[in-house]
């Protein structure tokens, strides 16, 4: 028998061995009643998906902001945002809080995250953007105004 025939053979083995070690265990069932991470200004990432962004949207410490045109945002809007246009924000700065945590919100998240790279240069630490806009916003059946 040559070489590679046995290594063959060898593999075929190992194989069969592999699989058959692989049937019918048991496996460990999964944790029941695992607590939900709850998002915090202090755990959140620069770029927010939407679910969290619905989590956190009535919290007190938190602003959502539409940077989107005056246009724009009367198509249909998150409630209880502030609107200020991208190209008005390095000017309305003082009408945002720096002690609360500010997501920026456009149509795909393309501004706000030109947004929040502004926000957090001037100072604001806690400023996040909200990925995908709301594009994912009404993907994602969350409620708008108009």
């Known amino acids: 028998m040559n070489i590679s025939k046995k290594i063959l053979q060898w593999l075929v083995v190992g194989l069969a061995i592999t699989l058959a070690g692989c049937g019918n265990q048991a496996t460990a069932p999964a944790p029941v009643n695992t607590p939900k991470v709850t998002a915090t200004a202090s755990n959140l990432p620069v770029n927010v998906d939407v679910a969290t962004v619905q989590q956190l949207r009535q919290r007190g410490d938190v602003i959502l902001l539409d940077v989107r045109e005056k246009e724009e945002y009367a198509a249909g809007h998150i409630s209880k945002v502030v609107l200020i246009p991208l190209g008005q924000l390095p000017n309305r700065l003082s009408e945002i809080p720096k002690d609360k945590v ?22 604001f630490t806690q400023a996040h953007s909200m990925q995908g806009g709301m594009n994912a916003w009404q993907q994602a059946g969350y409620e708008i105004e108009k």
């Open 102 to 123: 500010v997501i920026a919100i456009c149509r795909s998240g393309h501004r706000s995250g030109q947004a929040t790279e502004l926000l957090r240069q001037k100072g």
